[in-house]
Nanobody, 120 residues
Framework: VQLQASGGGLVQAGGSLRLSCAAS????????MGWFRQAPGKEREFVAA????????SYADSLKGRFTVSRDNAKNTVYLQMSSLKPEDSAVYYC??????????????WGRGTQVTVSS
């Protein structure tokens, strides 16, 4: 399974950004897709997850209402739409393939992160 995240950048507080994660490999569809983030000096934290089949989603409670995860099965791509961004949302965002849970250690495949910086 190979994962390629993109779409990060610099945005002002209150703005929006959409991240993409392109998946490839023979078995990627067996796994749910998760988004995690890690800010400097902090642990990696769960953001959201989605299944390829059925599109079931889950979110970190603190991010519900501002972040939306979706997928395009035809493009093998998962998206993370982020709105009303805050400076504390600044982090490296990672996509991962795994159990679909909130636990990073249940995701065996990870893409390179994409930096999101929210200016105040």
């Amino acid at each position: 399974v190979q994962l390629q995240a993109s779409g990060g950048g610099l945005v002002q507080a209150g703005g929006s950004l959409r991240l993409s994660c392109a998946a490839s490999g023979r078995t990627f569809s067996r796994y749910a897709m998760g988004w995690f983030r890690q800010a400097p000096g902090k642990e990696r934290e769960f953001v959201a997850a989605i299944t390829w089949v059925g599109g079931s989603t889950s979110y970190a409670d603190s991010l519900k209402g501002r972040f939306t995860v979706s997928r395009d099965n035809a493009k093998n791509t998962v998206y993370l739409q982020m709105s009303s961004l805050k400076p504390e949302d600044s982090a490296v965002y990672y996509c991962a393939a795994g159990a679909g849970s909130e636990y990073a250690n249940e995701y065996p495949y990870w893409g390179r992160g994409t930096q999101v910086t929210v200016s105040s």
